[in-house]
């Protein structure tokens, strides 16, 4: 029993849907995460007018130059507290020194005079750095082994910290911000880029975190972080060390400020960084749509820029996911089952690029991320199966359809039925066809002579000249009847000069029926012919029987009687014709009138003629012996 059409497409939907939902629900990984992320970071890509960065913001760079100057690395701390003491005096809003200093330095008087400084100024902010745990049980809860916070001897209080964390996605590029980290006691230390957000943003849209609604909020608007405490950020700059940046924040190096080079008023009302800028120093990440790695302290420097910005790009919910891809594998499934072939591969393009529309429309006017990869995934797999499932019912009905026919009819109409797309089922429907019975004369005293084997390849060479005949002029052979033998013309495949191909086949028939009969006569001293009847008109044409036992493709009605009854009123090498036959095509034959006869079934007598050959001023429909198509 085959299976319906619609519950296929139900149950491909389910599974595919399944299947996609359950692999993105475990998490990308490999490939399909570097897709997904690669196509987050083409979304993400800004063009030169978009990305300026704020020219508030400054980097003191502690570069090879300034090596070269003051001394390898570590310096003094004395060099960064008269550096910082001379910007805050400058008028900068905030100093942010990206050196990590949690131990004791090798001079107590220069730890001292940073504390010094650090007691002065309110503004000025070091870095504290958290040590997870190498394998994490709950990639949602970080499990922190310790926190490094700066030495006392440096005297920074709580509100003069905050961390420097980079934090980067399965493919180590750096694409989120880490607002926060919990210290030991569950109190937030903010990123560094939020207190030098904070040091230039209006009181109303402070970055803080509410420990009641355990969220971070700019202002009133609450921040989209995820379990990590981290949202997505943009970048504003390319690496400065890259040849192609065509952007990048005003970048200082240490000596200079410090010697007095550039005059420090130059970061007046700046929020200024100063830190590492150099490949020896091990801080450099990668970044989206750069080949090249970003110091540290220019990874800060955008995202302060970003917080500043207030534009937070959200994750969309796991939920939407499952939707989208339960909801696009139905919807193309539906169109690919309507529009099969090559068709279908138009609508996965289209439904495609509608897609990737939908998903940049969401990034750039919603600022969310809907999932990408799984989604696209399901719909080219609904592809694959609508394509395959296509395939094989073609396949199929290919096969039904010559299992029908393939054994009745030529291979050029099996191929016609097939490309024609005329569906073959159980009934029958009124067709105008011709239908011819042929006969042998004298086949019971021919089997009374020869041995049986003999009779049977007698037989077999004359049911083989009746099946060449009908197949070269595109009949059906409908059945063996006996020694007899029904064929159709205009059926399966409607050729208008069906009752032409009829006769063309009897005339092939006969011709070759003479040499049989020679043949007989020489080698067993009797000889055989055959009686031929043709008529044409309306009848009921199609499967017929029982779909579980047995199915006959034949023809049924008057027309068929009374072809039958034309061939048992022919004499040996005789071929009849119905009036009806006559009246289409007679013109392209030499006839004789054999006047009217009284036939079986019949209350009035029916004029008949006998087909004497070609008429030698006819022409020829068609290619001769082939038949034409309807419509061609």
């Known amino acids: 029993m085959a299976i319906p059409k619609w519950l296929r497409t139900v149950a491909a939907w389910l599974v595919i849907s399944a299947f996609w939902t359950l692999l993105a629900s475990l998490g990308t990984g490999g490939t399909l995460n570097f897709v997904e992320s690669t196509f987050r970071d083409l979304a993400t890509q800004k063009s030169v007018e978009e990305r300026r960065p704020l020219g508030e913001i400054k980097i003191i760079k502690i ?220 801080d450099e990440y990668a970044i989206p749509n750069s080949n090249v790695k970003m110091y540290g302290v220019e990874i800060h420097a955008n995202m302060t820029q970003s917080l500043i910005i207030g534009k937070f790009y959200t994750e969309a919910p796991e939920w939407l996911g499952v939707l989208l891809i339960a909801t696009l594998t139905l919807f193309s499934l539906l169109l690919y089952e309507r529009f099969p072939g090559l068709k279908s591969v138009f609508i996965y393009i289209g439904l495609a690029l509608a897609y990737v529309l939908a998903f940049l429309s969401a990034y750039t006017f919603g600022s969310v991320f809907i999932p990408f990869t799984y989604p696209f995934l399901a719909l080219f797999t609904a592809l694959v199966w609508a394509v395959v499932s296509h395939y094989m019912n073609e396949r199929r009905e290919r096969n039904r359809v010559t299992n029908i026919f393939g054994r009745f009819v030529p291979k050029t109409v099996v191929d016609e039925l097939l490309a024609s797309g005329e569906e073959i089922k159980v009934g029958g429907q009124r067709r105008d066809i011709s239908v011819m019975f042929v006969d042998i004369r004298g086949f019971t005293p021919m089997s009374e002579r020869l041995q049986p084997e003999e009779v049977i390849g007698v037989l077999n060479e004359y049911l083989d000249i009746c099946t060449k005949a009908v197949f070269h002029h595109n009949g059906t052979l409908d059945k063996f009847i006996g020694d007899g033998v029904m064929s159709l013309f205009g059926a399966p495949i409607h050729y208008p000069n069906h009752p032409e191909l009829a006769i063309r086949a009897a005339l092939e028939i006969r011709k070759h029926a003479n040499r049989l009969e020679e043949e007989c006569i020489r080698k067993w001293g009797v000889g055989v012919k055959f009686g031929i009847g043709i008529n044409c008109g309306p009848a009921v044409v199609g499967n017929i029987g029982s779909e579980m036992l047995r199915l006959d493709y034949t023809a049924i009605g008057d027309t068929v009687n009374l072809a039958a009854r034309l061939e048992s009123n022919a004499k040996p090498g005789q071929i009849l014709i119905s009036e009806a036959v006559y009246n289409r095509v007679g013109h392209l034959f030499r006839l004789e009138d054999m006047g009217e006869i009284k036939v079986k079934g019949k209350e009035k007598p029916v004029r008949v003629f006998a087909v004497l050959g070609e008429a030698e001023d006819a022409e020829q429909t068609g290619d001769g012996d082939i038949g034409r198509r309807e419509g061609a």
């Open 63 to 282: 570069d090879d130059e300034s090596l070269d100057m003051l001394g390898a690395f570590p310096w003094d701390r004395a060099y960064y507290a008269q550096l910082i003491e001379m910007l805050a005096e400058s008028g900068a809003r905030a100093i942010f020194l990206d050196v990590h200093m949690a131990d004791l330095g090798p001079y107590p008087e220069s730890d001292a005079y940073m504390a010094e400084v650090m007691s002065r100024y309110d503004n000025v902010y070091l870095p504290v750095v958290f040590i997870f745990k190498a394998q994490q049980e709950d990639a949602n809860a970080l499990e922190v082994t310790a926190i490094e916070y700066p030495a006392e001897s440096i005297g920074a209080r709580k509100d003069q910290v905050g961390h420097i964390n980079v934090m980067w996605d399965k493919d180590r590029v750096v694409r989120k911000l880490t607002v926060g980290l919990p210290d030991e006691e569950g109190n937030m230390i903010p990123a560094i880029s939020v207190r030098l957000a904070n040091a230039v943003l209006p009181e109303e849209e402070q970055i803080r975190w509410d420990g009641e609604s355990r969220a971070w909020y700019r202002g009133d608007k609450r921040i989209p972080v995820n379990a990590r405490y981290q949202v997505a950020t943009d970048f504003f700059t390319k690496p400065q060390q890259d040849i192609t940046a065509d952007t990048g924040y005003d970048a200082i190096p240490f000596y200079q400020v410090l010697t007095g080079e550039v005059d420090p008023e130059f970061f007046r009302d700046s929020i200024v960084l100063i830190g590492p800028y150099a490949p020896g120093f091990g």
